[in-house]
């Protein structure tokens, strides 16, 4: 790869690392273990795309020959694959680590700017890194130098940017808060009329957003923004956060269920407003308290409902080999399960 150099900078006065090497690998992390970056470095780096090698990644024999997978660098969403821009792989220290978060963070004392090992649980701290504040933040910084057209970045700019990002992260929190309220209350979201610009009743979900704005000057800058403006308020929205919760509370109950010992199922089949048959799935699991020492110190039975499933066929067999799918695509251990019923 030629040797990029914005114009309008100045040449620094060093060498820098990237006058010496130019293959993609040359911004390993581990090459700038505690280093602080230029401009220059940090331009270069985001002209040069994520670090994302296909492997092979070494195993790790005090994690049971666990290693690093290029399927980390993908996520999967109901529209398809989406690819992690931001995870990269550092084969110097043989970790994983976030490149916005590396490169712009503001606090830079956590393991995703020094490279994270813990491939056991890495599905799981890619979800909660990914869902932060400061990975937001650090994100938001990131797209601007990449869109950036000048050669120098006023940092007045780029704290507005963070402020930005905190801005809207406070209010998505809000959101969630209205919807998760409105959903342990059993109260739809949506009205006949949801154009705020008008009178009339505008739903519960708009409802709330009214109310609270009289209060927190964080909604009340949000709707007095003119018509047109991304407010966050829209019907798609406020389906994709949904959509987003529940995935977050089927996760959670889903670690649930394969850390119990056995559980049991419940399932049936009922129509919806269109006529068509949904199979509906509840099950039973017991949780075990442990104390420090791994020791079981009590245990609590829960009956969760999974969701509704369409019921491809409707014989006993079918339905017992849809509900076995789904619970093998679910990453479920079936040989734990003790009962069913239909």
Request: glycine share 4%; hydrophobic share 35%.
């Amino acid at each position: 790869m030629t040797h990029i150099r914005a114009e309008g900078l100045e040449e620094p006065q060093t060498s820098t690392f990237f006058e010496n090497v130019c293959d993609k690998s040359s911004y390993d992390l581990g090459n700038f273990t505690n280093k602080i970056l230029s401009d220059n470095e940090k331009r270069q780096i985001l002209d040069m795309g994520p670090l994302q090698p296909s492997g092979p990644f070494p195993t790790d024999i005090n994690q049971n020959n666990r290693c690093f997978s290029k399927s980390y660098y993908v996520s999967c969403s109901k529209y398809g694959p989406v690819n992690r821009f931001w995870l990269c792989y550092s084969k110097i220290l043989d970790a994983a680590y976030c490149q916005p978060c590396w490169l712009f963070a503001s606090q830079r004392n956590n393991v995703w700017c020094t490279g994270i090992r813990d491939w056991k649980h890495l599905s799981e701290r890619i979800k909660q890194h990914s869902c932060s504040s400061g990975h937001s933040e650090a994100c938001a910084v990131y797209e601007f130098w990449k869109k950036n057209d000048t050669n120098i970045i006023n940092k007045e700019l780029e704290n507005e940017i963070r402020k930005e990002a905190s801005f809207w992260k406070m209010v998505l929190q809000r959101l969630f808060d209205i919807i998760l309220t409105l959903a342990k209350s059993s109260l739809a979201l949506r009205g006949h009329q949801e154009d705020l610009s008008q009178e009339g009743y505008h739903g519960n979900f708009l409802s709330f957003v009214e109310l609270v704005a009289r209060y927190d000057h964080i909604l009340r800058q949000v709707l007095d923004m003119p018509k047109g403006s991304t407010r966050l308020l829209s019907a798609t929205i406020q389906n994709e956060m949904i959509e987003s919760l529940g995935t977050i509370l089927e996760t959670h109950l889903l670690e649930q269920i394969r850390a119990s010992p056995f559980f049991a199922i419940i399932m049936d089949t009922t129509q919806d407003i269109s006529k068509v048959d949904q199979l509906s799935l509840v099950v039973r699991y017991a949780v075990i308290t442990r104390s420090e020492n791994g020791q079981p110190i009590d245990i609590e039975v829960k009956e969760v409902f999974l969701g509704f499933y369409a019921a491809i066929k409707h014989g006993a067999v079918d339905l017992v080999n849809q509900v076995t799918t789904l619970f093998i695509d679910k990453n479920i251990d079936l040989k734990k399960m003790c009962g069913a019923r239909l």
